[in-house]
């Protein structure tokens, strides 16, 4: 299945990030040299989507800066014959169509999705959350449509994890077809848990098809008081079939600090230009952390 449209939810608060997410948004902080947003576009664009919808807020403008070209940066650096740098900031404009819609009121993921309804118009998409940043060739999004392709309906990223976090998380009942791939039966946010169906967790993936919008028109607010996407998927298995797939690839955490700086070393470990700067960074750590 073809698949043009990503929407990508940026429209929280990043509290976890503060003091530095006042006036730097959390999806524009960096792994390495680039923010997370962009990794998540990149595997979107691999993917062949075309079109990338941003959810933002108010007082979070420098995500649609980061997306603009910058003519006067672009002639400087090719003055001073820069070509690896121009290269690199004119992919960021190039890699797909990006347009922003914004979400008023922080009332939950669902509704940041349903906010995105017209502009998604009536044809499946994907939903990517930008701290979820996964390493692997292919890319999560390219391993789902293959799933999809397979099985008719939509298709939802998990991981097992220890049953000691899973009230951190989304998590599926379901029943295993084999292949990393199982029906979803139901599907609960954050339970407790003694109250988990599993510790299949869902992750920043998500394949929905637009019947998903009445049913989060319809969803009322959940954990947290806020609109969960998680409901409103239950209430899409009453129309249509549901697969969770587990992904191939390393899940980083980057609605974290710790999550972000240790994304940061893998990423760094398997670029070949900072591979052996970083390898090094890491034994003289060690080594000083164990003669302390
Ligand atoms: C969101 C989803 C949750 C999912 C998680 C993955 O939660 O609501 O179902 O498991 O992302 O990162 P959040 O982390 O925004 O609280």
Known sequence: ????KAVIPAAGLGTRFLPITKSVPKELLPILDRPMLQ?????????GVEEVIIVTARGKESIAAYFHPRPELEQRLSETGATELLDSIRHVSSMAEV???IQEQPLGLG???LTAREAV????????????IIDHQPGVISQM???????EGGVIAVEQVPWEVIHNYGVVDAEDR???????????????REDSPSNLSIVGRYILPPEIFDCLEQTPPGTKGE????????????????????????RHDGGTPMGLLRASLEYGLTREDTRDAVSALITGLSTKMAGS
């Open 178 to 192: 084999g292949n990393r791939t199982h029906f979803v039966k139901g599907l609960v946010e954050k339970p407790a």
């Open 111 to 113: 509704h940041a999705v």
């Open 121 to 132: 118009g009536d044809e499946p998409f994907v939903v990517i959350l930008p701290d979820d």
């Open 145 to 151: 449509l293959e799933v999809s392709a397979q099985y």
């Open 39 to 47: 990794y998540v576009v990149e595997e979107a664009a691999e993917a």
């Open 99 to 101: 347009s922003f819609v």
């Open 227 to 250: 609109i969960q996407l998680t409901d409103g998927i239950q209430l899409l298995l009453e129309e249509r079939d549901v697969f969770a797939y587990e992904f191939r690839g390393t």
């Open 1 to 4: 299945m073809q698949i043009k």
